[in-house]
Structures are given as structure tokens and as C-alpha cells.
């Protein structure tokens, strides 16, 4: 594999300053991971002056920021009026309420709330519709012998489960889509885009008008979904209001789209560069669960996350200070040799495999077990009935998003 540095010689480049802001170069995000071994071996536990925040890229300390560090990181619509930012105030009255962005105990309380609403049952029951809407989604494209896989099941798949799930017409899909990948721009980069703030903003002013219809009509006619478990929510009296459900809502909503579409993409990706793992699959299907695994590990959907220090600390023999930011970066633990024999193999079968993609801790992923069935069945179902899929040879471009790490598209044959 060619490394950062090589590739940054090949183009008369110096030695460029170590920062993860290079994620911007597209060359850089399609293959981010000799930049991250650069991170890894250089500087573990790095203060990027870009960023200005650390960025941390070993495994075990990945771990630590996820054990000890706060998550508590959106400013307040006060804190942001108070630095000329007040557009962006109502996406902050949302995030202060979602259970991503909390400490405990409100990140308790908000959880185990949600976790009366979500449960291993409720997963279940989505299973056979997951079947089936992958089911119809491949007839749609199987006599074509073509399709491309992020716009024909990436896409619509996560999304439709994700209608069903929240309660709302599986028709609507596309909107869900459309909003999910607004407000993914302000979660996936390290800044707000000016120009495209205005978008965002009005996309999460009509989900709020969007859910507020959904929970009015709950309250006139009950229907199976999150939106009324999380209106029926109950621990010990305490309840969840209306804000608090239409902001996890959106954060359940949006973290269960992009984040799957890009487990779909990136895996069947990674099975068609490396046509030993795939034809092992092939031969044999009891392997999906812990291809899955690998796959999640080997090309992680959501690449990096951030926390704040909640006190001075040390780590890694720096020292950060009380409020700083650290980015956690998921996809250079998840190549951590320290902590994964051979990190740049793609191996199916590997034991051991304690990935850091869903995160670690309290904020472990609240929906793993629903993106792990979708996976699971996506693969199996699309090897199944193409048993001799391969791709097109066009060049492959990832989406700008800096931190959900997806393709634009995936067009393969079979
Ligand atoms: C392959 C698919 C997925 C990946 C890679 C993924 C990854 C993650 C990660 C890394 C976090 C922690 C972020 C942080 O702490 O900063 C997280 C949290 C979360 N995820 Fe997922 N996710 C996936 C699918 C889903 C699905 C299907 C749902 C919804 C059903 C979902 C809902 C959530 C929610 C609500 C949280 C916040 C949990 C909390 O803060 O306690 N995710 N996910």
C-alpha cells in the first residue's frame, strides 16, 4: 500500500504538518488509513492546531476518551447567540436534548427512557420486514443484471426500516433520506459550513413539524413504532416531553440511516477488492455475523467522534486540559496493530474482533442490534441471489462527509 508520505511525494508535496484536516484532500479521505498510521506512530495523542482540539488514534485510548471524557460538546442557543451565531440556535435547542450529546445523569435518564422504547422484541420484529424489504428491493433490479448498490439497497433499505421502526409511512422514505443527510453535514464535519447552514436548519424545522404531526396523530390513533414507545415511556413516573421525544427521534432517526447505508456500501465494497474473503463467504454463509464484524472494523461507517476533558488529564503522556476537545478517531483504533494482528487484512473469520466502530461505554451505539440484523441480511441476501457479483469499473468516489465514512455510489453487475 502506498503510504501518506509516498502519496504526498509522488505529488512534489514536503512532508506535510501532521493534522487530520488532510481528510479535506479527496485523495486522503478515499484511503485515510496511512494518515492515520502516520497519527498512530508519530503523535498517538496529538494537539492539532488546525482543529484546534487533540486528536486521539490508539485503540486503548480511544477506549480511555470513550470511559472518561465528556459528551457533553453542543454549545447552548445562549452560548452560540453570545458568539453571533444565533442561526444556528434551534439546532441546538434540539442536540442539548438528544442522548448523544448528554452526561450522566440526564445521558441515564434520557437512555433508559428510550430503552423502554427499543427493545430486543421490537428488533425482532423488524427482522422478517428487513427480509422482505430486501427481498423486493433486489426483484426491482435482478433481471436488469445490474444495479447500483448504494442508490438500489443502501439507501432505501435503512431508510424504510427506519420508517417502520420510528412509526411513520414507509412512503416517506425519500424525505427521511433527504433530512437525515442534512443534519448528518453537521454531526460527520469538524465545522459548519456557512452556505449550508440555512439548509440544514430548515430541514430540522420541518422534521420538528413532521414528528409533532406524528405525535398528535399518536395521540388520536396508537400505532407500533418509537414515536409512541417513546410517548408511553415510563421509568419510576418520569416521562419523556414532547421536545425530548422529537429530539431523539431525530437522533435515532439520522443515526440509524447514513450510518447503515454506509455498512452496506463500504462492506460490499470490501468484499469485492478482496475476492479470497468473498468467495469464503460465498462457500459459506454461517460466516455472515462475523464478516459483519470485520467489516464494521475493517472500513468503519462513522470514522470519528468528539468528547471534551472534563478535567486536566494525561494521556499518552500529554496533557489535556479541563474543556478541550479530543477527537476520537474509530477508524485508526480500528486499525490499531497494538490491538489487531495484521489491521490492514480483511479477514472474515478473525477472533477476537472488539471493534470500537459503535463506540464504547455509555454512548455504545443505541441501535447496533437492528444496524447488525440489516447487515447481516443485506449481505446474505445480495450474495445469495447474485452469486457472481462484481463491480463496475469506474472509479469510485466517497461522499465529502468527513466523518461518515460512505460511497456516492457502487455500481456493480452479476
Ligand atoms: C452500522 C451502523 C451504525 C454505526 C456504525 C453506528 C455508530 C454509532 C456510534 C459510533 C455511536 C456513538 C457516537 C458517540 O458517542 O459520539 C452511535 C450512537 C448512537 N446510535 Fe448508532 N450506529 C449505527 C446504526 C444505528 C442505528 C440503526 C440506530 C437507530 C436505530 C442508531 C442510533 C444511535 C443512537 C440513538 C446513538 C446515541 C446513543 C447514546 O448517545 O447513548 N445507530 N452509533
Known amino acids: 500500500m502506498t503510504t501518506y508520505e509516498e502519496a504526498s511525494r ?20 478515499a484511503n485515510p488509513y496511512p494518515l492515520y498510521q502516520r497519527l498512530r506512530s508519530e503523535d498517538p495523542v496529538h494537539w492539532d492546531p488546525f482543529l484546534h482540539a487533540w486528536v486521539v488514534t490508539r485503540y486503548a485510548d480511544v477506549v480511555t476518551v470513550f470511559q472518561c471524557f ?85 439507501y432505501p433499505l435503512p431508510a424504510i426500516v427506519t420508517a417502520e421502526m420510528l412509526g411513520v409511512p414507509t412512503s416517506d422514505w425519500e424525505q427521511l433520506t433527504a433530512w437525515s443527510a442534512d443534519f448528518a453535514q453537521v454531526l460527520g464535519n469538524f465545522q459548519h459550513n456557512p452556505e449550508r447552514a440555512a439548509k440544514v ?48 427521534t431525530i437522533v435515532t432517526m439520522v443515526g440509524g440511516q447514513e450510518t447503515t447505508t454506509n455498512l452496506i456500501g463500504n462492506g460490499l465494497l470490501s468484499l469485492l477488492r478482496n475476492p ?18 470485520e467489516l464494521l472494523r475493517y472500513e468503519s461507517p462513522s470514522q470519528h467522534t468528539a468528547r471534551l476533558a472534563l478535567d486536566d488529564v494525561n494521556i499518552g503522556g500529554k496533557l489535556i486540559r479541563k474543556r478541550q476537545a479530543v477527537i476520537a478517531v474509530m477508524g485508526a483504533a480500528n486499525r490499531d496493530p497494538e490491538r489487531f494482528p ?4 480483511l479477514d472474515i473469520c478473525r477472533q477476537d474482533n472488539r471493534h470500537v466502530a459503535f463506540a464504547w461505554g455509555s454512548h455504545f451505539c443505541f441501535g447496533a442490534p437492528l444496524a447488525r440484523i440489516e447487515g447481516q441480511i443485506a449481505f446474505e441476501t445480495v450474495l445469495r441471489r447474485m452469486p457472481n457479483l462484481h463491480q463496475v469499473p469506474v472509479p469510485i468516489k466517497w461522499r465529502e462527509n468527513l466523518g461518515l465514512r460512505g460511497l456516492t455510489a457502487l455500481p456493480v453487475a452479476f
Open 10 to 29: 509522488k505529488r512534489g508535496k514536503q512532508k506535510s504538518p501532521l493534522s487530520l484536516y488532510h481528510l479535506l484532500d479527496p485523495e486522503v479521505l
Open 70 to 154: 465528556s459528551a457533553d460538546r453542543t454549545p447552548t442557543p445562549q452560548q452560540l447567540s453570545a458568539l453571533g451565531m444565533s442561526t444556528l440556535a434551534p439546532l441546538a435547542q434540539v442536540m442539548v436534548l438528544q442522548m448523544l450529546f448528554l452526561d450522566p445523569p440526564a445521558h441515564g435518564r434520557v437512555r433508559g427512557l428510550a430503552s423502554k422504547a427499543f427493545t430486543p422484541r421490537r428488533v425482532e420484529v423488524l427482522r422478517s420486514h428487513i427480509q422482505d424489504i430486501t427481498a423486493s428491493l433486489l426483484d426491482a433490479v435482478q433481471d436488469k443484471g445490474c444495479m447500483d448498490v448504494i442508490r438500489d439497497l443502501a
Open 201 to 248: 436548519i430548515k430541514s430540522l424545522e420541518e422534521m420538528i413539524v413532521y414528528f409533532r404531526a406524528a405525535i398528535e396523530e399518536n395521540k388520536r390513533h396508537s400505532s407500533e413504532g418509537l414515536i409512541n414507545s417513546f410517548m408511553n415511556a415510563e421509568v419510576n413516573g418520569d416521562r419523556f416531553n414532547e421536545e425530548e421525544i422529537i429530539a431523539n
Open 276 to 293: 479470497d474473503q468473498l468467495k469464503k463467504l460465498q462457500s459459506d454463509f454461517s460466516l455472515i455475523p462475523s464478516a459483519v464484524e
Open 342 to 345: 495484521e489491521p490492514d487484512r
